[in-house]
Structures are given as structure tokens and as C-alpha cells.
């Protein structure tokens, strides 16, 4: 089933035309990879999907539906690749701040909030202000925000920017297990290695518009860092 359909989006700054005719769609259960080299305006695209900007011409459709409805909006979430935080809440007071926009009741919201801090492990630091906390560590706490209300349709921009290795390694498995669990994903990124090992499909957006269309990560017959340099030279 086909839970994202991406149709000929443009959209123009002024008079200059920043995407033409962008589209793609993406399957239930993927791990969907958008690519792109600097200034091909990648989050602009998230950004029309997720209606925070207008488009110029579209069609969008999620979950079959040409608008984000109530009920599709309760079935998606987001995590931008800028984290906009309140400095003086706690970790734990943010997600429980978070949970409200969702309707659930009072009773369940220290126990979600425990289970998504221990997910992103940052169990340890729940009583600290947000304004102590480094980059990185601000990077794992939206990405447990992004999933407070277990989203059929994740939208990432950027998940792994930020982070080490290790930590790298512990959000991608993390991802994997959403997936298992009825998750779809669709992210942004640039680290291509990230792409390589756990993404079903890719699209790379190039010059405002897409030169590879929902290509099989499996069917690249060779590197992928190679594959994607020659098809954006």
C-alpha cells in the first residue's frame, strides 16, 4: 500500500523556480531515503509535504487522502533538522508537554514518557534543564519527540547529523525496530553509509529536481557514495 504520493510539486521563491515537478511515492513499511547534494532545497520538499509552506502546483496525497486530515495528522509526526527546544523544561516536562497536542489521558503520560526516554537512552538525564544539554544529546531528544505519538508515517530531516558513531549505529537499529513494528520512515539525509544500511529505496534530488526516483538500495550494483557522485555530476 502506498502511504506517501508525491506528484509534481513546484514551488518558486519570487521568480526563480526552486523544485520542478518533484515526484516520488513511497510504500508502507519502507525506509525511504531522500538524497541530495548541498542547495538542492531537500527541505523544502519535506517542508510542502508536511504543509508548513504552500505549494505552487501539487498533488499530495497521505494515506490516499489529498489533505493532511485530522486523522492522518494523529498517524504522522516530525522531527526538523533544527531542534527549537524550551530552555527551562526538563527532558521529560518537554515530552510531557508534547503529549497533550495528541488527546491521550493523564494516567499514561509518565509511563510513555519513561519508555521513550529509556528508547533514546537519556533515562539519566529526564530532570535536567534542555538548556544544558549539548547538541547531540538534543538531537536524541527530538527524535524521541517524533515518535511520542507512534506514528504510521515518520518524516526525519536529518536524524543522524550530530552524533557519533556509536550513537549513529544506535538510531539506525532504532529505526530498524520502529520499522518492524508498522513504522514507515521517510528521511532526509547526506550520510550516504547511514542510507546504505537501512534504507529499501532511495530518490536523490538534484538542481530543484529528482534525477533517481524511488530506486531498490539492493539493485545499486555498486557503491553507493559512487553511485550517487556520478549521478549528480
Known sequence: MTVLEINKVSKKIWKAKILNNISFSVKQWEIYGFLWPNGAWKTTVLKCIMWLIQQDSWEIKIFNEKWLTIDSKRKIWFMPENTYLYKYLTWKEFLLFNWHFFGYKK????????KLLKLVWLKEASSKYLNSYSKWMLQRIWLAQS???????LFLDEPMSWL?????????DLLLKLRKTGTTIFFNTHILADVESICDKISIINKWKIIIESKKVSKIEWNLEDFFIEKVS
Open 107 to 114: 494516567e499514561k503520560l509518565n509511563k510513555k514518557a519513561e
Open 164 to 172: 557519533d558513531p556509536v550513537w549513529r549505529k544506535m538510531v539506525k
Open 147 to 153: 515518535i511520542i505519538n507512534d506514528p504510521e508515517l
